[in-house]
């Protein structure tokens, strides 16, 4: 069988191991000329962390089957993605550095990093008394593979953790009662996709039931949450926030969340780290496997995720 597969970087190749005869890879990263027909693709890995703009070709894509993205978020590609072909996520591939990154943000803000960095700035040796993960209570919303393996590690620190997710099971709460749990917690951690329920989720009203001097982390999207919102709890001091995302990205550099003390912004970097296309390339080459012995294909997203 003759497959067609178009990937984003040209370190991809290396990384995706034998495949089957007949089975031809080209290099595209969404800019420029296309390197051969598109309306002969079958397979397309389009770049990492794309914006709506890299859909575009899609209108040329005439007999594309399947989309394998690099990113575990497929927001962009669910509204663009044409009848009969097949989207997949990357989800696992990530897993490990987001919840590094999230377990990160949530001691260095709790403990005060960002504070004690902002005085190395300027020199200033000055102890700060700040709060501690250890005996608090965490509610992690969205209870996936990212969510659970925070919840191993902060229940190792001494934290009490509660998960919610879209439906209940063992040991997760629905979420219809997250506005009953919010007011217990001292840490907030998003890490769910970003559908059409879930937009605009974490908005002034959800604010608000959560308990004073509690911290709101967000490794998942930005328009989860309103963050005019956000800006106004955390402008009061009632409120702290870590957060990985923002809406709008890039964060314009005269917004006010940039100044306030009790915010703590990286820029949407939590999977930016070393050995990414190693970790991505590997499965997307069983994938390819996959698809070219006509067998079902990983991590279909189905509903939006």
């Known amino acids: 069988m003759a497959v067609k597969v178009w990937i984003a970087h040209e370190e991809g190749r290396a990384l995706l191991g034998p495949l089957p005869d007949g089975v031809e890879v080209e290099v595209y990263d969404g800019r420029g000329d296309y390197p051969s027909d598109p309306a002969a693709l079958d397979f397309w890995v389009p770049p990492f962390l794309a914006q709506s703009k890299v859909t575009t070709p899609l209108r040329d894509m005439t007999s ?3 989309i394998q993205l690099l990113s575990a978020g497929a927001e962009v590609w669910v509204p663009a993605v044409p009848p009969g072909v097949t989207l997949c996520d990357a989800r696992g591939v990530h897993t490990g550095v987001t919840a590094e990154w999230t377990l990160g943000a949530v001691i260095a803000s709790m403990r005060g990093f960002d504070v004690f960095a902002r005085k190395q700035t300027r020199h200033e ?146 999977a930016s780290v070393d050995g990414t296309l190693d970790r991505a390339y590997a499965p997307i080459g069983a994938q390819i496997r996959r698809f070219a012995a006509g067998e079902p294909l990983e991590n279909v997203v189905s509903d939006g995720y």
């Not at 250890?134 to 919840?151: F, H, P, Q, S, W």
């Not at 490794?219 to 923002?246: F, K, M, Q």
């Open 64 to 66: 594309l089957k399947a």
């Open 125 to 270: 040796w000055k102890v700060e008394w700040t709060t501690t993960v250890v005996g608090k209570r965490a509610l992690i919303v969205g209870a996936g593979d990212i969510g659970e393996k925070v919840a191993d590690v902060l229940t190792v620190l001494g934290v009490e953790v509660e998960k919610v997710a879209r439906r209940a099971r063992p040991g997760v709460h629905p979420i219809d009662r997250i506005d009953a749990l919010l007011p217990d917690f001292d840490v907030v951690i998003l890490i769910l996709p970003l559908t059409d329920a879930t937009r605009g989720l974490v908005d002034a009203k959800f604010l608000a039931r959560m308990k004073d001097g509690a911290l709101l982390v967000n490794a998942a999207r930005g328009p989860i949450v309103d963050t005019d919102a956000l800006v106004a709890e955390v402008a009061s001091g009632r409120l702290r926030c870590a957060v990985d995302v923002v809406d709008p990205e890039p964060l314009p550099a005269d917004h006010p969340l940039w100044d306030l003390e009790g915010a703590l912004i990286t820029p949407h970097a939590g």
